[in-house]
Structure formats: C-alpha cells, structure tokens
C-alpha cells in the first residue's frame, strides 16, 4: 500500500471563479494514487493545516496584480511556521477580470512566500509557467490547466516525500 502523501488546496474566492479552480486543481491532484487531498477556504485555514501538509496549492483572486487580503493574512501569520516548511511542496492559481491584469504578479507574489519558508516550487516550460490562471469564469482549457497542476503538484510531491 503507498503511504497517503498530503495535499491541501487553500483558495479565497469573492465570485465563485477561484472556487470552481480549486475544484479542478483538487480532481487533479486525486488523480494521483496515494494522495489525499483537502480543500477549504483560506478563512478556515490554520496555520497546523499549513504544518500538516506535504504540498500546499494556493489561490487567490487578482488584485491590484496581487493576492487577496485574506490569502496575504494566512501567509503573514505563517511566520509563526518559519523553517517549519521547508521541503514542502507549492503552487499556486489565480482568476483575474481580464486579460494582462496582473494573473502572473498575482502567482509570483504566491510563489515568492513559498520559496520564502524554504517550499519546493515546480515551474511548467510551456505556458503556464506560474501556475494556473483564469479571466472570470474559467472554461474548460483554464479547468483542464488546473487538474494538470494538481496532478503535477502531487507527483512532485510523491516523488519528494512517498
């Protein structure tokens, strides 16, 4: 039997659209075998839920090309984790309201705090080199590069920690 390896999908969502991504990053993810996935709002997130993880999928709406301010409080207070998740796995996902409105600040700004408490990152050579992004609502393509990060994110992390 392969050990059950972690991942927790962590979203904030004003309109639904970031919802309906997580969804998608999720079925990704259980796609792959031995992997349990949890998915919840950023407000019902603490930081043992963070500590517990092996991987950890983060989205958020853009906002002035960054994350929302519930998504940056749940980071803030995670210096109380600092050095305590190093190793882990991240990724991130955005929905944004348009084209070239800020999807990719949006993702980096993710990533960077990842990196920050010593989090494993993996980057995509073709497009979506950040993670997952959607305009509004996404449509099929935009669900179908979630799955792909869900599933990348927990191979990653099968390799790393199964």
């Given at each position: 039997?392969?050990?059950?390896?972690?991942?927790?999908?962590?979203?904030?969502s004003?309109?639904?659209?970031?919802?309906?991504?997580?969804t998608?990053?999720?079925?990704?993810?259980?796609?792959?075998?031995g992997?349990?996935?949890?998915?919840?709002?950023?407000?019902?997130?603490?930081?043992?839920?963070?500590?517990?993880?092996?991987?950890?999928?983060?989205?958020?709406?853009?906002?002035?090309?960054?994350?929302?301010a519930?998504?940056?409080?749940?980071?803030?207070?995670?210096?109380?984790?600092?050095?305590?998740?190093?190793?882990?796995?991240g990724?991130?996902f955005?929905?944004?309201?348009?084209?070239?409105?800020?999807?990719?600040?949006?993702?980096?700004?993710?990533?960077?705090?990842?990196?920050?408490?010593?989090?494993?990152?993996?980057?995509?050579?073709r497009?979506g080199?950040?993670?997952?992004?959607?305009?509004?609502?996404?449509?099929?393509?935009?669900?179908?590069?979630?799955r792909?990060?869900?599933?990348?994110?927990?191979?990653?992390?099968?390799?790393?920690?199964?």
């Open positions: 039997m392969n050990p059950t390896r972690r991942i927790l999908v962590v979203y904030d004003k309109t639904g659209n970031t919802a309906k991504m997580a998608a990053v999720a079925e990704g993810a259980k796609a792959v075998e992997t349990q996935v949890t998915v919840q709002r950023v407000e019902a997130t603490t930081l043992a839920d963070l500590q517990g993880a092996d991987g950890l999928i983060l989205g958020s709406p853009t906002y002035y090309g960054e994350m929302s519930t998504l940056k409080d749940l980071i803030d207070r995670s210096v109380d984790l600092h050095g305590k998740l190093e190793g882990k796995v990724a991130a955005t929905s944004s309201g348009g084209v070239a409105s800020g999807a990719e600040t949006t993702l980096l700004s993710i990533l960077q705090t990842l990196l920050v408490h010593g989090m494993i990152v993996q980057g995509r050579s497009s080199h950040y993670g997952a992004a959607a305009v509004g609502a996404p449509d099929e393509a935009e669900q179908q590069s979630c792909d990060l869900g599933e990348r994110t927990a191979r990653l992390v099968a390799q790393l920690h199964g």
